[in-house]
């Protein structure tokens, strides 16, 4: 049974850099045919896809948000870090990280999710 575990820093400020980890158990990053995603909610509104990272390492990220983005790895901690530059107070949101299998429409686990406010 795989399972991921958000951690943030609960509260940044506007400009600053959010940093979210998944950190995942019962499975391994580098295992082939997986998405390992960044998706989140703002208040009020829907889920939107930020990006995903593969086992390969290749990054994909929503178009929207792609120049403040980026998705690094720690494989000897199976780890997957988001950091969204450049915040601003509509950054704000949860944030969930999730797997999805490489051909499946959806997403087969989830995180529980880190809410991470925007204020100054």
């Known amino acids: 049974q795989v399972q991921l575990q958000e951690s943030g820093p609960g509260l940044v400020k506007p400009s600053q850099t959010l940093s979210v980890t998944c950190t995942v158990s019962?499975?391994?990053?580098?295992?082939?045919?997986?998405?390992w995603t960044w998706i989140r909610q703002p208040p009020g509104k829907g889920l939107e896809w930020i990006g995903f990272?593969?086992?390969?390492?290749?990054?994909y990220y929503n178009p929207s948000l792609k120049s403040r983005t980026s998705i690094s790895r720690d494989t000897s901690k199976n780890q997957f870090t988001l950091h969204l530059s450049a915040v601003t107070f509509e950054d704000t949101a949860v944030y969930y990280c999730?797997?999805?299998?490489?051909?499946?429409?959806?997403?087969?686990?989830w995180g529980q999710g880190t809410q991470v406010t925007v204020s100054s």
């Open positions: 019962g499975g391994s990053i580098t295992t082939a045919l997986n998405y």
């Open positions: 990272i593969e086992n390969s390492g290749d990054t």
């Open positions: 999730a797997k999805r299998i490489v051909g499946a429409w959806a997403y087969d686990y």
